[in-house]
């Protein structure tokens, strides 16, 4: 549920950050439009730096258990002891579950599929609308033609000088308008509808407004805004902040126009002749002079109120709104409405919840079931860290298998819990070998079983070797030594008085399947066997030597007799 968390996360913040820009907006609506141009636009800065910091900042979570959104697990700690006594529901859905996942997980990440698809659908959708007007744009560039005429020049020259601007901007025609739009940052072009060139006389109110755009980077900003709008599309606030932000832009540079002593009147004039001629029909990402029909009246209105502010916003303004809004953003982003447990806050322990009985187990402490919370003693102060959790979940570790082991051996960590429960060591087989092996540490039955030596293999073992002892057994069971190997070497003769004998007797290859005969000559006698070694038996001197090919020789003396000595009578 990672990604609808996150997605439910991530739409509540942009509500408050969204809210809290229109707010001041609402606030400052007295101040000049480029000092709220400034606020919608870091406003809308916040919402996009909104994803990022949700990620890489710290989580922040200052609300207590009791007032956590999301269920916090209740701690309970004694002086003796460190447990923690966790609710199972809550707790028991944050380990992966190995054994079940097949009936869980499935329903699960189908439901987070779906929510990812459901988002990412109208984000497709809008960026895939911005992108091919952007297209759009360049395309039309590459087919409009140079503007040459001298009244428009003459404007654009005039304009650039009173405002300072240095960069070079393209002014071109392109009979695809209906009237001038403006966009570009590196390379800013201003392109003109023939009708717009037709009328020299709003040369200059036209290229003030336009190249106020380029200047203020209007552009990027528009840009910024839809991109706002396409990854909180389901957040009506940010809607809202966008159609905003574009309104401050063309006041902002209405009042660009108005500051370049055109008259307030005539400009109006002009705004309701291009308002008949604006380019709304055709998709692009640019800004026009032309204003849009529910925005014609306020920019009409602002333009004849000789009373308002027209001034650009100043850098201790700029300063204040990011120092408030950043103010704002961090601390959100970091929020979490999860609450960590008021004590004892790290030590999570793994759960295991069946019906409705709660038993809870820190690595080596359990809770009784049915409700009593009673606590074993605990056998060590460290809390459990997820992966052991998650281990000690997926071999399948109970508390009930836990406390039985505890009988057993007393105290257990963590790690040799998952390495008893996963080599197959459970009480009744500590039980069974203790019988032949009395005292044997549980540490070596893990690792007699995990080289899946039985209890009848350590009985026959024991039966041959009477004082055998268990790091013997796993070590003839790693050698590939068995019962039937003892057996079949003794009746041919050899004897194996200790364990080590078996074990270097079979490391020579094992000759299971040679057996020395009764011989009445003195004469070596040498067998080959089917994979190069070779068996030696030299009755004079009464050894039996094994060579492998490699090299190696093992030698074994037996008694000089005709006949080969009885076996060993068994305890």
């Known amino acids: 549920m990672l990604a609808t968390a996150m997605l439910l996360g991530l739409a509540w913040k942009s509500v408050v950050v969204a809210a809290v820009t229109l707010g001041l907006l609402r606030l400052a609506r007295r101040r000049s439009a480029s000092e709220r141009s400034m606020i919608a636009h870091a406003g809308l800065a916040a919402l996009l730096a909104l994803p990022a910091a949700v990620l890489l900042l710290p989580r922040w979570t200052p609300l207590p258990a009791s ?59 809008l960026s895939g609308v911005m992108m091919l007007a952007v297209v759009r744009l360049f395309a039309m560039r590459g087919r409009a033609e140079i503007l040459v005429e001298s009244s428009w020049l003459s404007a654009l020259a005039e304009a650039q000088r009173r405002m300072g601007f240095k960069h070079g901007t393209a002014l071109l025609v392109s009979g695809e308008l209906r009237s001038p739009i403006s966009w570009g940052v590196l390379r800013p072009t201003i392109v003109l509808s023939p009708k717009a060139v037709a009328a020299s006389g709003e040369a200059e109110a036209i290229i003030a407004h336009e190249l106020a755009h380029v200047a203020r980077l209007d552009w990027a900003k528009l840009l910024g805004a839809r991109v706002a709008c396409a990854v909180f599309w389901f957040n009506p606030l940010v809607w809202m ?25 005539d400009y109006a004039t002009l705004l309701v002749g291009a308002a008949r001629h604006d380019n709304q029909g055709v998709l692009l990402a640019a800004h026009g002079v032309a204003p849009a029909k529910d925005s014609l009246k306020r920019r009409i209105t602002r333009v004849l109120d000789g009373s308002l502010k027209r001034g650009p916003a100043s850098a201790s303004w700029t300063l204040m709104i990011l120092v408030a809004l950043g103010g704002i953003t961090v601390p959100l982003a970091a929020f979490s409405a999860t609450a960590k447990p008021e004590s004892a806050a790290d030590a999570y322990t793994a759960v295991a919840s069946v019906g409705q009985d709660v038993r809870v187990m820190s690595s080596v402490s359990a809770v009784a079931e049915g409700g009593t919370e009673e606590v074993a003693a605990s056998a060590t102060e460290q809390p ?128 299971r399947a040679v057996k020395p005969r009764p011989v009445t000559t003195s004469r070596p006698i040498s067998r080959a066997g089917p994979d190069g070694n070779v068996a030696v038996v030299d009755m004079q001197r009464g050894v039996i030597e094994a060579r492998r090919d490699d090299g190696q020789t093992a030698r074994i003396a037996f008694p000089q007799t005709p006949e080969p000595p009885e076996p060993p009578v068994r305890d």
């Open 67 to 125: 007032w956590s959104f999301e269920p916090a697990a209740p701690v309970a700690e004694t002086a003796m002891t460190k447990w923690v006594a966790v609710d199972p529901v809550p707790a028991a859905a944050s380990l992966p579950a190995v054994a079940d996942s097949a009936e869980w997980a499935s329903p699960v990440f189908l439901w987070n599929d779906l929510v990812t698809f459901l988002y990412l659908c109208p984000l497709a959708l």
């Open 241 to 265: 902040l966008g159609r905003e932000s574009h309104q401050l832009r063309e006041e902002a540079a209405d009042d660009a126009v108005l500051m370049a002593n055109i008259d307030g009147p």
């Open 384 to 511: 459990l860290r997820v992966e052991e959790l998650a281990g000690m979940r997926a071999v399948g570790a109970t508390p009930a298998y836990v406390a039985e082991m505890r009988e057993h051996k007393g105290s257990m960590s963590a790690g040799e819990i998952i390495g008893a429960k996963a080599a197959g060591v459970d009480p009744a087989y500590i039980r069974a070998m203790r019988g032949i092996f009395p005292g044997v540490d549980v540490d070596e039955l893990i690792s007699a079983s995990a080289l899946h030596i039985e209890p009848t293999f350590a009985r026959d073992m024991k039966s041959h070797f009477p004082d055998i002892r268990i790091d013997d057994v796993i070590a003839l069971r790693a050698t590939g030594v068995d019962c039937d190997f003892v057996t079949d070497m003794r009746r041919a003769g050899v004897k194996m008085r200790s364990p080590d004998d078996a074990i270097k007797l079979r490391a020579t290859g094992g000759f």
